[in-house]
Structure formats: C-alpha cells, structure tokens
C-alpha cells in the first residue's frame, strides 16, 4: 500500500508548500489579467465554455491531485446541478443566482451520499463506485419528467442577476461566469493551501501514517469530495445559464472522461493545470467539430500519449523544469 | 394457476430467461477483469471496446469473407486476444511500476479510441448478425417457449465459466497462476516467466469479452455503442461481488442479471439502476464485496 502511494506522489506532486508561492502568485496575477481582457479578443461564448469547464476540472483535481482520490464520476455533480439550476430557473422562474445554488446545493448534498459509499473503498474501486453512481444519476435524467429526457432542458432564461444586471449581455454574462470561476478558484486555493489541504495531502502520501497521527481520514476524504462535488456543481450551474441548456451530455460518462483528460493534460495536481488543460481540451473540440477527424479517437490518443509520456502533464512539466521541484 | 404474484408466467419466464441472457454476459465480461485484475492490477477499461470488437469482428467474417457463427466463435476471440497481447505488450507492460490508475486511465484511453474508430466507420446504428441454421427455432417448454439460440448462449456462457474456474483452480498452470497473483517476484525467482503469463493472462482475458461479443452478436445487434454501456453495469457487478473469487464473480453476474430481469417485471422503471442500487447496499454492509476478501 505505501508503495503505491508513493508511486502516485512521484508522478503528480506539485511544488505547493503550505504558503501560496512567489511563481504561482504571478502566475495567478498573469490569469486574471488574460481573462479579464479575454473578451475583447476571442468569442465571449468560447471563453465562458472554458472557464465553465475550468473550474469543473479544478474541482475534479481538488480530489485526484490533494487527497488522491480518482473519481470517474463528476459527471453526475455538474450535469446534476445543469438539470436543477436549469429546471428552478426556467420553471419555478428564480433568479438565476438562487437557481446556480440551488445547483451546487443539489451537487454538495450527491456528493455527500455518492462519498459516503464511495470512501468504503479506496483505489480502482473508489473509481468503479463513482462511475457506477454517475450511471445511475445518468439513468435518471434519461427517465424523470421534469429532465425532459432526450432533449433535457432547452431555452433557460439567463434572466438578470440580483435583479439588476441583465445577463442576456454578452459581457455581463462574460463578467459574471469570470467571477464565479475565480470565487471557485480561489475557494480551492485556499483550500490547499489551508492546514486541511495540509491533511489532505498527508492521506494522499501516506494513509495509514495519517490515521496513525490521529487523523480520521474518512471525514477529511469526505470533506474534500463534498467540497469538489460542490464546485463542480457550481460550474454545472452556471454552465446551464450560459447555454441555456441542460442535456444528457452533461451527464454522460464521457463527460466525466473528458474531465480527467483536462486535468491530466494540464497537470494533476497543479492548481493552474486544470485551467490549461480545460482551455486546451475545449479549443480542441471546437476545433475537431468543423473538421472531418473522429473526435474520441483523438482525445483517446491524447489520453494514451499523457498516461505514457507525460504523467506530470504541461504545468507540472513546467514546474518541475522551471521553477524546480521541491521535495 | 394463471398469474403467479399477479403477473403472467410467460411474462415473468421470459424476463427472467432475458435476465439469465444478460447475467451470462455480465458474467463472461466481470470472469475477464477479475482474471486480468488478479494478474495485472489493472481495472480493463477497454473490455467493452473489446467485446464489441468481438462482436464486429463476427459480422465482418460474415459479410467480408463468408465465414459462419461457428468458425467465428473461434476466430473472433483470438483475433480480440492477439490485439490484447500487442496491447499488453506496447502499452500497458509500461505502466507496471506506477500507480495502478494509470492502467485505469490507459484502457480509457485505448477504449475512446477503439470505439471512436468504429463508430468513425460504420456509424451508430446496429448492423444485424443472423441466428446460425443449426439454432433457429425454439423449444415449447410448457410454460414457456425457449428459443434454442437463448438457450445456447446460456449454456455455452456456463460452460466456459466453468471451464475457466477449473482450469484456474485445478491445474498447475493454474496453480502458477495464483501464486504469480500472490507473489510475482518469488515466483520468478522459482524460474517461470512470469512476464509472459501475465501477457497470456491479459489476452485470455479480452480474448473472453471477444467470445462475448460473438454470443451477442446474434440477441443484440452489432454495434459500436453496444460495449460501453454494459461495461459500467460489469463494473458494478465487480464490485458487488468483489474480485477476489473467480466463482463469485462468476455467481454474482447470473445472480444480478436474474435480478434485473425480475425488476424488469415487477417495477420496469428501476430496472437500469437495480444493479447501482444493489451496489450502494452492499457497499453499506460489505465493503470489500460478497465474495471479496478485506484487504
């Protein structure tokens, strides 16, 4: 066991230390200033779909790169919350801040039960269990009424935020998904950088050492699955307002396939590689949709071509080259 | 006696034989991982990939070069078994020493591909496979009619159950086998080549989900898609049953597909999420499985 945990330590760790460090600090002050003027630049829509599934793959990485649990069904917390934020806001007629947290609210409350079943088990199983839950999520939003089965949920109102700002704009809708996305950003970076995130990456390298030190690792693993099933949701939520639109896609296993994809490329582990990797996998898409090339053959070889050649994915490369890897 | 819990008995046989068709699969696909799993530690992704590979390879044989059902229930599986090998070969013998996930996310990736490949080419919609002469037709049963290719299939899954828990269980290559599961780096150093059993072992496994697929070619149709969704069922019935026993994994896929050709009867709306349902029961009181061992 312990050597297992030490493989996975060698192959994903990133330099974070318990304070935020100098590089990442910059690199953060960098983001912000691209995202801020991404707009102006590139299509508002195309970015608003990568912040989306940036913090979808920052939430997923808040499991697999801290506290080493690999879910393989976070499909069922962001399509979960899609359904729920879409159906509040378009039939109940709420805002759409209160359908977003209705949304999340729906993921942290399925990330709880889906948890407490999955922690039981640890490894491969805990990654069988999540995607066998997922299913069943998905089986539901195939056969309920209010998700609309087939079609899922069409036409939700952006409607206007606090009452005031109208989010059918292109850039107050911009601005308001770059806001939820550096809330949950910044939830996260707290979050590692905190003494739990502290703990987290303690059951990460060594298990039984933790529970030894008298940690009870199952509630700190719960935690963070909640804490993720949450963030996902919200980036489900939110994702709902921007395109209008719930659908069995977002609950599809795929859909938790193309996340571990994000997080991998981009660097498990790492807080930015989520983002580069979400960025790199969403531009890819759009890219391959007007070509004649088979989408999942594609990502299927980037899959195979990041688990042999490069495990650390492109930031944790960076890192390790540039910034130096810390022990 | 007409009804039996207010239900028609030809209703409830022939859900419960449909039940039994899909428990033989669950259980020729979840006799493969947990074989694989023994040797290798990896959880097979690609095992749907490579049942419906089996399945394809059927209906290319058929309509590319004429080749029957009974030559291609032997071609298909080694055709699935030779790709395993070259996989386990080129790719997976890689990953070996690192995390076990990575295999998980490999077979992923080699199951995207695959299926991606197919769906590119033939599209997603069910090529139809026929029934082999000798198996048209059906038995009257008395209180229900079975038809003899369901039949078949029921037995032919059984038997191979069967003939892999003796060979794994009674022979010495057998015995080789669980001890290279127990303890790899004693058993090389007793001078098997333990490397080559665990190639053999990975392409037996696939090379069962190729049987698979040709069994099903005929009930289901052929189909790109047809591997992917089953897989996540197989999954959970690893789980339910735990990997630790070649019997219980073979027992628990009969026993759930019964179980879901029964709620198909009773309450048709559960019957995609019976199997989940059980698994999240079972978690709750035995963790490492009905037949698994605690770690």
Known sequence: MATEIHAVRRETAAPTTGRPSMPGLVALA?????????PYVLYPVFVMKVLCFALFACAFNLLIGFAGLLSFGHAAFFGGAAYITAHTVKVWGLPPELGILLGTAFSATLGLAFGALAIRRQGIYFAMITLALSQMVFFMALQLKFTGGEDGIQAVPRGHLFGMIDLSQPMAMYYTVLAVFLFGFLVIWRTVHSPFGQVLKAIRENEPRAI?????TDHYKLMAFVLSAALAGLAGGTKAIVFQLATLTDVQWQMSGAVVLMTLLGGIGTLFGPVVGAALVVTLENYLAASNLPVPVVIGVIFVACVLL??????????ARFVGKRP | MSTIFGIPPQALFGQLLLGLINGS??????LGLAVIFGMLNVINFAHGALYMLGAFVAWLLLTTAGIGYWWALLLAPLVVGAFGVVLEKTLLSRLYKLDHLYGLLLTFGLALIVEGAFRHFYGVSGQPYPIPDLLRGGQNLGFMFLPNYRGWVVVASLVVCLATWYAIERTKLGAYLRAATENPVLVQAFGINVPLMITATYGFGVALAGLAGVLAAPIYQVSPLMGSNLIIVVFAVVVIGGMGSILGAVLTGYGLGLLEGL????????????????????????????????R
Do not use: C, D, H, Q
Request: charged letters at 15%; glycine letters at 8%; zero cysteines.
């Open chain 2, 263 to 294: 709620t198909k009867v009773f309450y048709p709306e559960a019957s995609n999420i019976v199997v989940f349902v059980i698994m999240a029961v079972v978690l709750l009181i035995k963790p490492a499985g009905l037949f698994g061992r605690e």
């Open chain 1, 310 to 319: 490069f495990r650390r994915g492109i930031v944790g490369e960076i890192a």
């Open chain 2, 25 to 30: 699969f669950y259980a020729l696909l979840s």
């Open chain 1, 30 to 38: 960098v983001l912000l200033l691209v995202l801020i003027a991404a």
């Open chain 1, 212 to 216: 030894s030190l008298g940690y009870r």
